[in-house]
C-alpha cells in the first residue's frame, strides 16, 4: 500500500469535553491488482487522529469506497496500521 495524497481537517469540540485535540485525515492509497483492498474505483482511508500533551494515537479508521463513499468491510493489517501512524504523525502541522 501507498499513501498517495491526503487531506487534513481539524475537529472542532464545541462543548469542550475531548481531551486534547481531534484530526481527521482522509488518506488516499494505491495497492497492487492482486491486493484484496484493490478496486477499480479505488479507496481511501478516513482516519480520527488524537493528540494530547503526552500522546499521538489513531482513534479510529475505517476503509471508503472512492466511487461512492460507502465504507468497505476490511481490516488492515499491523503493518499497514504503522504506515498509517506514522504517515499521521509526520504529515500533522
Do not use: W
Not at 476503509?63 to 468491510?73: A, E, F, I, K, T
Amino acid at each position: 500500500m501507498i499513501i498517495t495524497e491526503h487531506t487534513l481537517e481539524k475537529i472542532q469540540d464545541p462543548f469542550g469535553i475531548l481531551e486534547g485535540e481531534r484530526y481527521e485525515y482522509h488518506l488516499f492509497a494505491s495497492v497492487d491488482e492482486e491486493d484484496e483492498l484493490y478496486s477499480p474505483e479505488g479507496f481511501y482511508i478516513r482516519v480520527l487522529y488524537a493528540v494530547t500533551e503526552s500522546s499521538q494515537q489513531i482513534a479510529g479508521l475505517f476503509l471508503h469506497n472512492r466511487s461512492d463513499d460507502s465504507v468497505l468491510d476490511f481490516e488492515l493489517e499491523e503493518d499497514e496500521i504503522e504506515l498509517v501512524r506514522n504517515y499521521c504523525t509526520t504529515h500533522l502541522a
